[in-house]
């Protein structure tokens, strides 16, 4: 049985309610974004109810500690679906009474669940490091950012610690959304398909802060200063940053 919920986490969490509720050991979840029918595999809709997800949720926290539940948001995180089937796989098995599952390294799912987790840990610590803000004419600071995985829910509670007394916006823009931290509290933004359309027709072009530019060239200077040209090694850096975010790295510009 194909359950397809809405790709959101809370969906997912329904689908391991509805597992239990319809005792279906066998079902897997599938967003409805990568579904397709298969006449020899039945399917049905799961529908995201917020008290369901939060049932869950509780008994995920309550049962295994707050870090396997943190675990498992992580693994969603990461927008691989062979992950999400091997998150759904162990939540079923925790919660029928296998509570030793996750140790079961030979078993290929809980192997692959700790290997993405460990990707999505990896790409959360880079965001941290390469994250750079420009600052706007209005005192707005903001940062485009491209993950592999969609880990701007892990790195916004690092960001508004960090930067309490400054406005900032960190976007995604493979994912089309970012939050906005306004000194008050956290936001979601989302500019949809109209207003990615009118900014394309308009040529948007952010102003900057006149003194951005100069703090720019004094990075870049401070990051030649400390470079030793007799040391460099460009396989090792590549190793520790990636050429995929470097047109995001003031230094590398």
């Not at 916004?156 to 000194?183: A, C, E, Q």
Request: hydrophobic fraction near 40%.
């Amino acid at each position: 049985m194909n359950y397809v919920f809405d790709g959101s986490y809370l969906g997912f969490l329904c689908c391991v309610f509805e597992c239990f509720e319809m005792k279906e050991w066998k079902a897997v979840p599938v967003a409805e974004g990568f579904f397709q029918p298969d006449i020899f595999m039945p399917e049905r809709t799961i529908f995201t109810d917020v008290d369901k997800a939060k049932r869950i949720q509780n008994a995920l926290i309550n049962q295994f500690g707050k870090a396997t539940a943190d675990d498992f948001y992580k693994a969603f995180l990461s927008e691989d679906t062979e992950a999400w089937n091997a998150a759904f796989y162990i939540m079923v098995s925790l919660f029928k009474g296998n509570h030793s599952i996750l140790e079961h390294f030979g078993d290929l799912k809980v192997l692959y669940f700790h290997q993405t987790l460990k990707k999505v840990s990896r790409e959360r610590h880079r965001m941290k490091a390469f994250i750079r803000f420009s600052k706007s004419s209005d005192g707005l600071y903001f940062a485009v950012i491209e993950p592999d995985f969609n880990v701007l829910p892990l790195i916004l509670s690092f960001f508004r610690n960090r930067y309490t007394d400054m406005p900032w916006v960190i976007y995604d823009v493979k994912r089309k959304y970012g939050f906005h931290y306004n000194l008050k509290g956290l936001y979601e933004i989302v500019i949809d398909k109209q207003e990615q359309t009118a900014f394309q027709n308009t040529n948007l072009t952010i102003a900057l802060d006149e003194r951005d530019e100069l703090f720019k060239r004094l990075w870049k200077q401070y990051f030649k200063s400390t470079n030793i040209e007799a040391r460099k090694n460009m396989k090792l850096h590549v190793q520790h940053v990636p050429k995929r975010y470097w047109k995001y790295l003031v230094e590398k510009q």
